[in-house]
């Protein structure tokens, strides 16, 4: 059977949804986020760039984030570093005044630069300088040098598109099968996923976890949490949720909810004003 695989559209928006960071910034004035696009020549690669900036802050802020299955490299003063799929939650505290520019590559869009299994960076932080040698170091360098936000990022498109990474039609198959889990919230079961993608489940395990670098399972499965932070947060009830995202019961969700978010779905739901 012919894979049915969905095309990535050509020229895509940017998500514009900030799923995964947990109630990001708290309505705090003091942070400024932008979100851009790569370039033509790198869109098959990454999916977006980030810069948050903040300024003046009173006290330290903490913000927690619910990871993607992507890897992510991001440059800020104290931390300059690539990070494969983190499966658990988690944050980084900003103080004073600052700014972090962010890289999400795509699904399976790091392979390329890596030159192997992009499992064999799940869970790990890597120094840019270790990964690309003195090129990245300096790359790191002129970013935190950089005022302007949008010319720091050019520095990171360029640069990245300088290594001249060749397409993988395997890695852009990956992506859309990941964009089609996170898009489909009727996908709740690999088997399904392997049904849609026309591969066997062991073929889409092994295509998972070398290009993305975690198994579909867990893939489905932080999508769905990603949805159910946003819809606790709306003010769903939890029992309608966990039915409808494939949850054994109310219970289950609250545990992998509470394991990755921090706090229990009822407390989230009281941040959003709902409870």
């Known amino acids: 059977m012919a894979a049915i695989v969905p095309r990535l559209p050509e020229g895509r ?4 949804r900030q799923r995964g960071w947990v109630n990001p910034y708290a309505g705090l004035k003091a942070f400024d986020f932008l979100r851009q696009a790569p370039s033509p020549e790198l869109s098959p690669f990454v999916d977006h760039f980030w810069v948050v900036t903040w300024t003046d802050l009173a006290e330290p802020y903490e913000q927690r984030i619910v990871s993607h299955p992507t890897v992510n490299m991001t440059i800020v003063q104290d931390f300059h570093q690539i990070a494969g799929v983190i499966k658990g939650g988690f944050s980084y505290t900003m103080r004073g005044s600052g ?6 590559f795509s699904p399976g869009g790091f392979r390329p630069f890596l030159g192997g ?8 932080f890597v ?3 270790e990964m690309f040698g003195a090129a990245g170091a300096t790359l790191v360098e002129q970013v935190l040098t950089e005022p302007d936000a949008r010319a720091a990022i050019a520095l990171v498109d360029r640069f990245l598109a300088g290594l001249g990474p ?9 992506a859309a099968l ?3 889990a996170e898009s489909d919230v009727s996908v709740t079961r690999v088997d399904e996923l392997a049904a849609r993608s026309g591969r066997s489940m062991r073929s889409l395990q092994r295509l998972f976890r070398d290009y993305v670098g975690i198994g579909p399972k867990w893939v489905i499965r932080r999508f769905r949490l990603h949805e159910a932070a946003e819809r606790v947060y709306q003010g769903l009830g939890l029992a309608t ?5 494939g949850y054994t019961d109310q219970a289950h969700l609250t545990r992998d909810f509470t394991a990755a978010v921090g706090m229990p779905p009822a407390a989230y739901a009281r941040l959003g004003g709902q409870g």
């Not at 700014?99 to 999400?104: D, I, K, N, P």
């Not at 949720?241 to 995202?245: G, Y």
């Open 99 to 104: 700014r972090a520019l962010g890289t999400r």
């Open 178 to 180: 990941v964009a089609l």
């Open 241 to 245: 949720l966990a039915a409808e995202l």
């Open 117 to 124: 299994p992009v499992s064999q960076l799940t869970g790990r």
């Open 166 to 174: 060749d397409r993988d039609p395997l890695a852009e198959e990956a």
């Open 127 to 129: 120094e840019i300088g």
């Open 13 to 16: 928006l940017v998500e514009t």
